[in-house]
């Protein structure tokens, strides 16, 4: 641990920083357990999968219990009882499954200070794949059973033992295999089993994704466009389950029949969240204001903001173009400001439907088309990088397009700074309890045509941070060699001369420094710890200078609780960063939480 704190202190650029903490040495705390440090990480999504795990058991109990003392034991034995103990839990998970994509419930439900702090909204999509994951079990369970023990044991029963028990539910006839397959209860089954063996491998990461790994053949079927359209077989998939569930062997008493009560309210939600879309999406055809071409394949637009449309930064929108398909829907992280007068999206070509829209807006450009093609918007939506502002200490991420959901958070930070400079001009008084007291924004790209994505938005940063040094934004060009690599020395050299006579960075065309090579996130980690030491819960007193206002020092009361890490791009990286946040929080006095951008 001595050795990790000296080349965290060595890590330290030399200078103070503009956040210094008053520190009560009476109260200072040491690094803490590597158990309590996942405790306060993860114990939101513990308890959520706890409770989850906690009743599908009691289901699966409860069926298998109840179905050991029924006649039809005799048949099938235990084979019965996994069977529909399994059943019972498939129940639970369809309905279950069906919550964390009503999306618009979510964004609703998540500015309840309360339920957000108990429950890992931020989390909806990994728990809709852990459910996925629970269904496919209890498929396996209660399909393959009853496939492989039940329904033999039926057929090849003892006619005199089928007779006293269950003859009655199947006419006083003993079926065949081939028979019991042909029922409409089993066709059902093995429809729905079909069509799930088509959405959920479809769904996975390389197919949607169309990776490269897979064969050509292969890639050719895949893709985002099939992932949608094949995830839609959800709605066959519900309607021959209430078929399934109304013909069952073992009972004609309704009451019994309980599926149609454990998916009522959720198919209800959803289907009300659906309808929600059409009507919003309806009266939400935008005017396109404006329409850029980047280098990468990047298309930037320009909306028109609806009346009545109000966004917190961090958000994103749904978007719907009807030329290319009348039913998907994708979701773009918003680029624009809360306070903005209108809306804007980038778009970065990485899949078929994208690469289609980037094509019909080219074309558009190109030939001079007067009209481009229509575009229609949903949301906005709650994501977890909107939370930033609860938080004293930012830290975002973002890889390549990765960046998009952290640009509407700077403007947003700059837009406030603004007005608090107004303010405090206007009565001597400025208030900064709504923004950050300090966040870092680390933008990681391969190509340097990437800087020119947001270029207005770097200068308005730099602008304001001569006056409030809030936010410190670090760029890096990693095709480029590290600095130091003489292979990288010439351009270096370049670089910091013109920076000096022009005060422009030649890589990114703005006043901010442009890094070589891939980040050292270890002593990045090193320097945030050292600058931030002894953020954690608990009350501190902060002493902040803000420049530009009288050259005053405003005491600030906060109560200082975590660095917050947020991270968009991809998973690989995400590991890597949250191991970090983990190790550091154990091993110095600094507690980072860590969140990925989910959609």
Same mark, same amino acid.
């Given at each position: 641990?001595?050795?990790?704190?000296? &080349?965290?202190?060595?890590?330290?650029?030399?200078?103070?920083?503009?956040?210094?903490?008053?520190?009560?040495?009476?109260?200072?705390?040491?690094?803490?357990?590597?158990?309590?440090?996942?405790?306060?990480?993860?114990?939101?999504?513990?308890?959520?999968?706890?409770?989850?795990?906690?009743?599908?058991?009691?289901?699966?109990?409860?069926?298998?219990?109840?179905?050991?003392?029924?006649?039809?034991?005799?048949?099938?034995?235990?084979?019965?009882?996994?069977?529909?103990?399994?059943?019972?839990?498939?129940?639970?998970?369809?309905?279950?499954? &069906?919550?964390?994509?009503?999306?618009?419930?979510?964004?609703?439900?998540?500015?309840?200070?309360?339920?957000?702090? #108990?429950?890992?909204?931020?989390?909806?999509?990994?728990?809709?794949?852990?459910?996925?994951?629970?269904?496919?079990?209890?498929?396996?369970?209660?399909?393959?059973?009853? &496939?492989?023990?039940?329904?033999?044991?039926?057929?090849?029963?003892?006619?005199?033992?089928?007779?006293?028990?269950?003859?009655?539910?199947?006419?006083?006839?003993?079926?065949?295999?081939?028979?019991?397959?042909?029922?409409?209860? #089993?066709?059902?089954?093995?429809?729905?089993?079909?069509?799930?063996?088509?959405?959920?491998?479809?769904?996975?990461?390389?197919?949607?994704?169309?990776?490269?790994?897979?064969?050509?053949?292969?890639?050719?079927?895949?893709?985002?466009?099939?992932?949608?359209?094949?995830?839609?077989?959800?709605?066959? #998939?519900?309607?021959?389950?209430?078929?399934?569930?109304?013909?069952?062997?073992?009972?004609?008493?309704?009451?019994?029949?309980?599926?149609?009560?454990?998916?009522?309210?959720?198919?209800?939600?959803?289907?009300?969240?659906?309808?929600?879309?059409?009507?919003?999406?309806?009266?939400?055809?935008?005017?396109?204001?404006?329409?850029?071409?980047?280098?990468?394949?990047? !298309?930037?637009?320009?909306?028109?903001?609806?009346?009545?449309?109000?966004?917190?930064?961090?958000?994103?929108?749904?978007?719907?173009?009807?030329?290319?398909?009348?039913?998907?829907?994708?979701?773009?992280?918003?680029?624009?400001?809360?306070?903005?007068?209108?809306?804007?999206?980038?778009?970065?070509?990485?899949?078929?439907?994208?690469?289609? !829209?980037?094509?019909?807006?080219?074309?558009?450009?190109?030939?001079?088309?007067?009209?481009?093609?229509?575009?229609?918007?949903?949301?906005?939506?709650?994501?977890?990088?909107?939370?930033?502002?609860?938080?004293?200490?930012?830290?975002?991420?973002?890889?390549?397009?990765?960046?998009?959901?952290?640009?509407?958070? !700077?403007?947003?930070?700059?837009?406030?700074?603004?007005?608090?400079?107004?303010?405090?001009?206007?009565?001597?008084?400025?208030?900064?309890?709504?923004?950050?007291?300090?966040?870092?924004?680390?933008?990681?790209?391969?190509?340097?045509?990437?800087?020119?994505?947001?270029?207005?938005?770097?200068?308005?940063?730099?602008?304001?941070?001569?006056?409030?040094?809030?936010?410190?934004?670090?760029?890096?060009?990693?095709?480029?060699?590290?600095?130091?690599?003489?292979?990288?020395?010439?351009?270096?050299?370049?670089?910091?001369?013109?920076?000096?006579?022009?005060?422009?960075?030649? #890589?990114?065309?703005?006043? &901010?420094?442009?890094?070589?090579?891939?980040?050292?996130?270890?002593?990045?980690?090193?320097?945030?710890?050292?600058?931030?030491?002894?953020?954690?819960?608990?009350?501190?007193?902060?002493?902040?200078?803000?420049?530009?206002?009288?050259?005053?020092?405003?005491?600030?009361?906060?109560?200082?609780?975590?660095?917050?890490?947020?991270?968009?791009?991809?998973?690989?990286?995400?590991?890597?960063?949250?191991?970090?946040?983990?190790?550091?929080?154990?091993?110095?006095?600094?507690?980072?939480?860590?969140?990925?951008?989910?959609?």
């Amino acid at each position: 641990a001595s050795e990790f704190e000296a &080349l965290c202190k060595a890590s330290l650029p030399k200078g103070s920083s503009t956040i210094s903490y008053k520190k009560n040495h009476g109260q200072q705390q040491g690094p803490i357990s590597k158990a309590e440090i996942l405790f306060r990480s993860y114990w939101r999504r513990a308890w959520i999968i706890g409770l989850w795990l906690t009743i599908c058991f009691a289901l699966f109990t409860w069926k298998f219990i109840q179905y050991s003392h029924r006649a039809a034991f005799q048949v099938m034995g235990y084979c019965l009882s996994t069977a529909k103990g399994a059943a019972e839990t498939l129940k639970f998970n369809m309905a279950l499954i &069906l919550l964390p994509v009503c999306r618009n419930t979510i964004t609703w439900l998540r500015n309840n200070p309360g339920l957000n702090s #108990v429950i890992p909204f931020n989390d909806n999509i990994n728990f809709h794949k852990v459910i996925a994951g629970g269904i496919v079990i209890g498929i396996i369970l209660h399909g393959g059973t009853h &496939l492989a023990c039940d329904f033999p044991r039926i057929s090849g029963s003892d006619r005199s033992v089928f007779r006293q028990t269950i003859a009655a539910n199947f006419g006083y006839q003993q079926p065949s295999y081939f028979q019991i397959l042909s029922t409409t209860e #089993v066709a059902s089954g093995i429809a729905m089993v079909v069509l799930m063996m088509i959405a959920f491998p479809l769904a996975t990461k390389w197919p949607r994704r169309q990776s490269p790994s897979l064969p050509k053949s292969v890639r050719k079927v895949t893709g985002y466009n099939t992932f949608w359209y094949s995830h839609h077989l959800f709605v066959p #998939v519900y309607a021959l389950l209430i078929v399934h569930s109304m013909f069952l062997f073992l009972t004609d008493n309704f009451v019994e029949k309980t599926t149609w009560m454990y998916i009522a309210i959720p198919v209800l939600l959803y289907a009300g969240e659906r309808i929600t879309r059409a009507i919003r999406s309806g009266f939400s055809e935008v005017e396109i204001l404006k329409v850029s071409l980047y280098p990468g394949k990047v !298309l930037s637009l320009k909306l028109q903001k609806p009346k009545g449309f109000r966004h917190k930064s961090g958000m994103y929108i749904f978007i719907q173009c009807p030329q290319i398909s009348p039913f998907e829907w994708h979701p773009f992280s918003l680029t624009c400001g809360p306070e903005d007068d209108y809306l804007s999206v980038h778009i970065k070509t990485l899949g078929d439907w994208s690469c289609q !829209l980037y094509s019909l807006f080219e074309e558009a450009i190109l030939t001079g088309l007067k009209q481009y093609p229509k575009i229609y918007i949903d949301g906005p939506y709650g994501a977890s990088s909107q939370d930033h502002i609860k938080y004293d200490i930012v830290i975002m991420v973002g890889l390549g397009i990765g960046i998009t959901p952290f640009v509407s958070i !700077l403007k947003d930070i700059a837009t406030r700074l603004k007005k608090s400079s107004i303010n405090h001009a206007a009565c001597g008084e400025g208030s900064l309890e709504k923004i950050p007291l300090k966040a870092y924004l680390y933008w990681v790209t391969r190509e340097q045509s990437s800087f020119n994505w947001f270029t207005d938005v770097m200068k308005e940063i730099a602008d304001t941070n001569q006056k409030q040094a809030v936010v410190e934004v670090f760029n890096f060009l990693t095709s480029v060699y590290q600095e130091g690599d003489a292979r990288s020395a010439l351009i270096t050299i370049i670089q910091s001369l013109y920076q000096a006579k022009y005060g422009i960075d030649i #890589v990114s065309r703005t006043p &901010l420094h442009t890094q070589f090579g891939r980040p050292n996130w270890f002593n990045i980690f090193s320097k945030l710890a050292r600058r931030h030491r002894g953020a954690r819960i608990g009350k501190k007193t902060s002493t902040f200078t803000i420049l530009g206002l009288n050259t005053s020092h405003v005491t600030i009361y906060v109560t200082c609780k975590f660095l917050r890490v947020f991270y968009c791009g991809p998973m690989t990286l995400a590991r890597e960063l949250e191991k970090l946040c983990t190790k550091f929080s154990t091993k110095t006095n600094t507690i980072f939480v860590f969140h990925k951008e989910n959609y």
